[in-house]
């Protein structure tokens, strides 16, 4: 074994970043650490073929080698987590380490069988990262590198500029690209081929802003050895294009959900190669080189008339020409990638992401994709949607399952949104450094005690009790994503789903689930201290009073089939009553306020008009999400449980509905409600909400336990 050894001398006050003579794990540790960093060496190991870690004591230093940056974080985690009962995640971290450090009794040596570490989807730059700015970038960046992360998305940052300079190049107006870009919180979908302009014009500091992010990520994730995704071409240009090159062959690509879809560019056009050299040179230009290049013709049902064969392979020649070994990354999602357009490609020279994971993915129904590189993820978190749940069993069982098939090179998580259910996605990459599944119940009993940073018996019990039901979602099928919110829907008599392709139905013992919430607001006496406990025991009794709110729509709209108005008067006002107290639970973290949203989005602004247009966006994804009309069903996609939202948009709502149906029990015949007519004012609005937390946490959160405690939920 040879490796190089690097002291951490660090001075304290060090402004985040890499300083002088520092590594980037060094650099890293600091950020983490701060001066506690100094009670660590990182050496360099450089022996075996898989991505390994060592830690030992040596002297009064923790020594931790790493054949990689990325090794060598996840090792620094690897300490703190099982020796230092730390934790560091989106939602509340606390790195409090003893005074003196407890050192391993003998040398831990971990290597992973998981050689790529996929992470990101395109949608959670919106549903989530809209709005991030460097500062919280580089904490993700950080808390990628600690859980092994070695291949992650950064592309679609800066693809704006990109694309402006590819389309000036090409001929095109200032106009027709103001047309094509998209707004801040719709750009995922414009780079996977959904739509055209929507949230747009997108003015030229916003362009500039992104492409001075962009890399700052691409400079930080190269340090820490993180190979980045960018931006592939795969035919698809701006409609208006057609216009300049009249004598060039273009076909349409068809309409998602009612957006017309950019064309594509026959694969035999000379124009193909000539968009794609343009393409290519102006991302390099900005951006430097890559490796891996990701894009998905025909993306949720995206048609054309076109010789698939001849698509791939256009698509990877004009890869391959503008960078030598480029490998393709793929979304293997609804029927996409078709295995004729496959056919066209070279196998070693593309890379499946394989995204249903919880659903135990496509691998084995599509032979592994022919013995092609592909790695098993899984999405959970569809439109950012914040309900307390997940599939631990079937993403640790089935991760190792897969290893047997042919090509699987590693998992991967492509939720499409973040800061949701921390203990998912931490689980998911504990994978990495073991040789088998772990019990999901040990697994969230020790999560719990490093995460609130000492052992209490009433909080492990809770989270053994969210193991064996909220966090052991049987394999999902049919619908998308974890059970959906009463509270967010769409008011009706009969609610089987809040979003399109979503469910409400509870696939986990509810009276169960709310055992361990009481278990953890009897935990409050001893971890009441504790800003993660405090997040979790928020994030909880929302879950519980959801879940309770579902019961209770129940008996609401039986009382009105009894045709009862003083028996519809009490449940619907009970109903009512748990969306005020839901908002005012929330109101006691930021995590949870509509407020943190918006103002992130309006302190990007430059002018009140940019402001507006940043709210717009901002207000406009998490309810309507699109123009209504035939793209209605997108509506309520991303809907969230944050105070302010509850109490401006979700309650006056429902409140509309009940009081119709109160004249129907009178003898009235209400008219019907156009409900896209009544939401679209509220994302024209310009109301303040507050940014900082109203009340205390857990007396709140003791106050609705006093009250839904003991609810009848079956």
Request: glycine share 10%; hydrophobic share 40%.
């Amino acid at each position: 074994m040879r490796f190089t050894v690097f002291l951490l001398g660090i001075a304290l006050g060090v402004a985040p970043g890499i300083a002088k003579g520092e590594t980037a794990i060094e650099a890293l540790a600091r950020r983490v650490l701060k001066e506690r960093a100094r009670d660590f060496r990182f050496e360099t190991l450089t022996a075996g073929d898989k991505d390994s870690f060592e830690i030992e004591a040596v002297g009064d230093k923790i020594v931790i080698r790493g054949n990689t940056p990325v090794s060598q974080a996840s090792g620094l985690f690897e300490y703190l987590k099982d020796f230092g009962l730390c934790d560091v995640s989106w939602t509340g971290s606390q790195v409090a380490l003893p005074k003196v450090l407890p050192k391993p009794a003998s040398l831990v040596r971990r290597a992973t069988l998981f050689d790529q570490r996929y992470y990101l989807n395109f949608c959670t730059f919106n549903y989530t990262m809209s709005f991030w700015d460097w500062r919280r970038w580089e904490k993700e960046l950080d808390w990628m590198a600690l859980n092994g992360v070695n291949l992650a998305l950064a592309g679609q940052i800066g693809q704006e500029a990109v694309w402006q300079r590819t389309m000036t190049r090409l001929g095109q107006t200032d106009e027709e690209i103001r047309q094509f870009l998209p707004g801040p919180c719709f750009g995922a979908w414009w780079m996977m081929g959904n739509l055209q302009g929507w949230g747009g014009p997108t003015p030229a500091w916003w362009i500039s802003r992104q492409v001075e992010l962009e890399k700052k990520i691409l400079k930080r994730m190269r340090e820490l050895g993180i190979e980045p995704v960018m931006a592939a071409f795969y035919g698809n240009v701006p409609s208006t294009l057609k216009g300049h090159y009249p004598e060039s062959q273009f076909v349409s690509t068809g309409k998602w959900f009612g957006y017309e879809r950019p064309d594509m560019i026959l694969p035999n056009d000379p124009l193909f190669a000539k968009v794609a050299a343009t393409f290519y040179e102006e991302q390099r230009n900005l951006f430097g080189d890559a490796k891996y290049f990701a894009g998905d013709p025909f993306h949720e049902g995206g048609v054309a008339k076109v010789d698939l064969k001849a698509t791939g392979g256009a698509i990877e020649r004009a890869m391959q020409e503008a960078r030598a070994g480029a490998t393709w990354v793929l979304q293997a999602w609804g029927n996409n990638p078709h295995d004729e357009m496959l056919a066209g490609t070279t196998p070693n020279r593309t890379l499946i992401l394989d995204l249903r994971g919880e659903a135990g993915g496509q691998y084995e129904k599509r032979n592994a994709f022919g013995g092609r590189p592909w790695l098993l993820c899984t999405i959970s978190g569809y439109g950012g949607k914040n309900h307390f749940s997940g599939w631990m069993p079937e993403n640790a069982q089935g991760s190792f399952r897969a290893l047997s098939a042919p090509g699987m090179r590693g998992i991967g998580a492509m939720m499409e949104g973040t800061e949701v259910n921390t203990a998912v996605f931490q689980m998911l990459f504990d994978l990495v450094w073991r040789d088998r599944a772990p019990d999901i119940e040990d697994w969230c009993a020790n999560y719990a005690r490093r995460r609130y940073g000492r052992e209490c018996p009433e909080a492990e019990e809770a989270w053994r009790i969210f193991a064996r039901t909220v966090y052991s979602l049987p394999k999902a099928t049919g619908a998308q994503g974890q059970p959906e919110s009463v509270l967010c829907a769409r008011p009706a008599l009969d609610i089987r789903s809040t979003s399109t392709w979503g469910t409400t139905r509870r696939s986990y013992d509810v009276a169960e689930f709310l055992t361990g919430w009481a278990k953890l607001v009897e935990a409050a006496r001893t971890l009441g201290g504790s800003q993660a406990f405090r997040y979790d025991l928020v994030d909880v009794t929302r879950q519980a009073l959801s879940d309770i709110a579902q019961v209770q729509h129940w008996r609401m709209a039986a009382a009105f089939r009894k045709r009862g108005t003083a028996g519809f008067e009490r449940e619907s006002t009970k109903f009512l009553q748990i969306l005020d107290d839901m908002d005012k639970l929330l109101s006691t973290r930021t995590e949870f306020m509509l407020g943190t949203w918006l103002s992130s989005a309006r302190a990007l602004g430059k002018t009140k008009e940019d402001r507006d247009w940043l709210e717009w966006n901002a207000r406009t994804q998490i309810t309507v999400w699109a123009r209504g009309g035939d793209s209605a069903d997108l509506r309520d996609y991303a809907n969230k449980e944050w105070s302010g939202l509850l109490r401006s948009f979700y309650r006056p709502r429902w409140a509309r509905w009940i009081e119709d149906r109160k004249k129907e029990l009178g003898g009235e015949t209400p008219a019907e409600i156009d409900w896209f007519a009544w939401e679209i004012p509220w994302t024209k609005g310009h109301e303040l909400y507050p940014t900082t937390p109203q009340g205390d946490s857990v007396a709140e959160a003791r106050r609705i336990f006093r009250i839904y405690g003991k609810s009848k939920v079956s």
